[in-house]
């Protein structure tokens, strides 16, 4: 009986000892999260907060070596997506963090901003690469979603479900940076319990996203008598509006939740061009200059760290940047009219004693193009070393006008982005993370590139070797006996097709011209100029052409070219040709993107004519990273009797190629239709510039079978590969940012 008794005491005893050893370590964890975290030099204000940062005049200060010290942002912007996966998916993984942390450092970047709310895992891994960095840390401006979609639609901050969410998502935040917050599942939100303490590692709070124009106006005009707000920590002037008033309380409530933590940071919201302070007469559309949110209508009352300014400002958007003249009168060291560089001095001017950041700048290195900018800084259309020479370019007047520093946009390629231009063309919409889509610039604005699996591995070179390395089950050999052709060899992955042709002699651009007629769905061209007498039994909807520089494109048929079905038969800003648009037309038409749509009264102040670029010009050169000659943008190259080629998806009439799906012949309006194909049927022929005839295909009074050319077909797919890598633009911007002298840092 007392043994027994004995031996529950003793494991009674057990289970207290090892309840608190459990106890313990978890309490030790989160004391050693919280401890290594607060090694970070900070003082301690006047009201007991502690602070690391602060805002004196228009300067972000740091505090180092005990005292407050200039600090330049130099900065990347940091998505949440990988390929194959949207935002809300939540993929990225504490090693990836980890990794880019090393690369970002590397690179000179001091400050990583966030736009939303990260998993756990960011917050650990942030914590994790400080505490065994040595020098100064990498510093985190933590960005807080604002309920977007539903302000656009209903156009009323004021409304109760709109400001309880925002405020909601403004708590969440700040006990996510502070690892104070247990945030339970819920569809495209982060969750899980956080501990991690990043807080000291905080140089600022970043509210909001760029703001409609249209609902900030009705905001102002539906609570004209709300023009007012005085909080515990932040306040508004006598000449704010209702919508700032509204923000002013929103940056009050990030306050007094990080009060709660015992710290301070400065306090910023999101601001763009097209709601800035200033008047742009040049501006084309009334709605891009309709409104402004005004920083200086806001104010610090009682918060030591201070508030600072920050604007998304790139180059080419909005179109004030080319037609504005009050932006046409600064020259840059080059000597040329810079535009860019006009308005952040303008910006500057106004803001006076308040800090500003550009939190977005930026280029993407994509084929595709969206918007012309001033000095070739569109939005697209750059090679890599382009986009690096641009952005690299963009910093340095950051810097020179005196502003507190500069984010890049963005970190890595995120291939699940839409842009005006291409997503009608992408079909279905939720697949758009299953490929990339290189005509869509929004996914290639990364420094960090995210390529399809074949990068790398089929170089565009000339050279064969790497296809007969292949494995059998990744490339399809083409039976075809046309003359001139030894032999064709096909292979794909999430962003291109790609195509060997070996020919019989030694191809010569200056002689002869290859072409590729490509067939994926029934209509087209059964006949055309390039195709000499020929006649075929199935139409084509594309025409590849390889020869000279200025000649090297893909077109596509004329009835089938969705750009000018939506744009001329939906929109009416193009004209129509009604031959055209017959089948067999016989008339393949440049491959066109919209890089600006006609404007015109009541909408804009005068008429402008809708603007196009040639999005199928095929560049010659090599693909191959490794090679000093690299163009990211190369199509093509001929090297002997080897040609290679590779063609993005859209090219050929894709809207989704993991799905097998292409655009239809199909459709009116403003809505298309799509079919699945079996896959790819590739005509070739070689034209001689001399005799002006097909040296390749018979003129007969039959027709040509192509639906007995072999079909290049593959399964669909649901996981994508890829691999990362630093694109070429990557040195161009490190040396930029370790060679940066800003005006700031220099008074």
Do not use: C
């Amino acid at each position: 009986m007392n043994r027994r008794l004995t031996g529950v005491k003793q494991k009674k005893s057990r289970v207290k000892w090892v309840s608190l050893t459990v106890l313990m370590v978890a309490g030790i964890s989160y004391l050693w999260w919280y401890w290594d975290s607060s090694r970070v030099e900070s003082m301690e204000s006047a009201s007991g907060f502690h602070m690391k940062f602060r805002t004196t005049g228009d300067q972000i200060e740091v505090y180092q070596d005990q005292k407050w010290q200039p600090f330049f942002v130099k900065g990347v912007n940091l998505g949440a997506s990988l390929p194959g996966h949207y935002p809300g998916e939540l993929p990225i993984t504490k090693e990836d963090y980890l990794r880019w942390f090393a690369m970002i450092d590397e690179m000179g970047a001091n400050v990583i901003r966030v736009y939303t709310i990260h998993p756990p895992a960011f917050y650990e891994a942030l914590v994790s690469y400080n505490r065994q960095k040595e020098g100064e840390p990498l510093y985190l401006m933590q960005g807080i979603w604002s309920p977007e979609e539903m302000l656009i639609e209903k156009k009323d901050a004021y409304l109760p479900e709109i400001r309880e969410e925002f405020r909601h998502e403004i708590q969440d935040a700040v006990g996510a940076v502070y690892g104070d917050i247990t945030l339970p599942e819920k569809q495209g939100k982060a969750s899980g319990k956080y501990t991690a303490n990043a807080g000291p590692y905080l140089i600022g709070w970043h509210t909001g996203t760029e703001w409609d124009p249209v609902m900030v106006q009705n905001t102002n005009k539906l609570h004209a008598k709300s023009a007012s707000y005085q909080g515990a920590y932040f306040r508004t002037t006598e000449q704010s509006t209702a919508f700032e008033a509204w923000l002013a309380e929103m940056v009050d409530t990030v306050a007094k939740e990080e009060s709660k933590q015992g710290w301070q940071h400065p306090m910023t919201f999101t601001n763009w061009v097209t709601t800035d302070p200033l008047s742009h007469p040049g501006e084309p559309l009334y709605q891009e200059d309709l409104v402004s949110v005004d920083p200086t209508h806001v104010k610090a009352a009682s918060w030591e760290a201070g508030y600072f300014a920050s604007y998304h400002v790139y180059p080419y958007y909005p179109d004030l940047f080319r037609h504005d003249t009050a932006l046409q009168q600064v020259k840059n060291e080059a000597g040329e009219i810079d535009t860019y560089k006009a308005y952040l001095r303008q910006l500057k001017v106004y803001h006076k004693d308040l800090p500003i950041l550009v939190t977005e700048f930026g280029v993407p290195a994509s084929w595709g193009i969206a918007h012309l900018g001033n000095l070739g800084r569109d939005q697209g259309g750059h090679t890599e070393k382009e986009q690096g020479e641009i952005n690299a370019a963009l910093m340095k007047e950051i810097g020179e006008e005196g502003y507190a520093g500069g984010i890049v946009f963005a970190w890595q390629d995120e291939w699940f982005k839409k842009t005006w231009n291409t997503m009608r063309y992408e079909l279905p919409e939720d697949r758009r993370s299953f490929w990339i889509n290189v005509l869509t610039n929004e996914s290639l604005f990364g420094i960090l590139g995210m390529y399809p699996n074949k990068d790398g591995v089929l170089n565009i070179d000339g050279d064969r070797s790497d296809w007969d390395k292949l494995q059998p089950e990744e490339k399809q050999k083409l039976n075809l006996s046309l003359p001139g052709f030894e032999e064709i060899w096909m292979a794909h992955d999430e962003g291109y097709v790609y195509l060997m042709a070996q020919l019989d002699h030694s191809f010569d651009s200056q002689k002869e011209q290859l072409y590729f007629g490509v067939d994926t769905t029934p209509g087209g061209n059964r006949h055309a100029p390039e195709l000499g007498g020929t006649k075929l039994d199935e139409g084509l909807e594309t025409l590849i052409r390889l020869g000279k520089d200025d000649e090297s494109e893909a077109r596509i048929a004329s009835n089938y070219d969705f750009h000018t079905r939506l744009y001329g038969k939906a929109y009416g800003m193009l004209p129509l040709k009604e031959e055209e648009q017959r089948d067999d037309s016989g008339v393949f038409k440049p491959w066109k993107l919209a890089v600006g749509l006609a404007m015109e009264p009541p909408d804009s102040k005068k008429y402008y004519p809708m603007e196009e670029v040639d999005a199928g010009k095929l560049l010659r050169g090599t693909s191959n990273s490794e090679d000093p000659n690299y163009n990211s943008l190369a199509a093509w190259q001929a090297k002997g009797k080897v040609v290679e080629m590779r063609v993005p998806w859209m090219l050929l009439g894709f809207t989704d190629p993991s799905s097998l799906t292409v655009m239809s012949y199909q459709g009116e309006g403003k809505t298309f239709k799509t079919v699945t194909t079996k896959g790819i049927r590739v005509l070739p022929w070689i034209v001689n510039r001399e005799k002006l005839q097909t040296t390749s295909l018979p003129e007969s009074p039959t027709p040509f079978r192509v639906t007995e050319l072999p079909l290049y077909s593959w399964p669909t797919w649901e996981q994508v590969r890829y691999h990362e890598r630093k694109k070429q633009s990557y040195s161009i911007l490190q040396k930029a940012y370790r060679e940066i002298k800003p005006s700031i840092l220099q008074k």
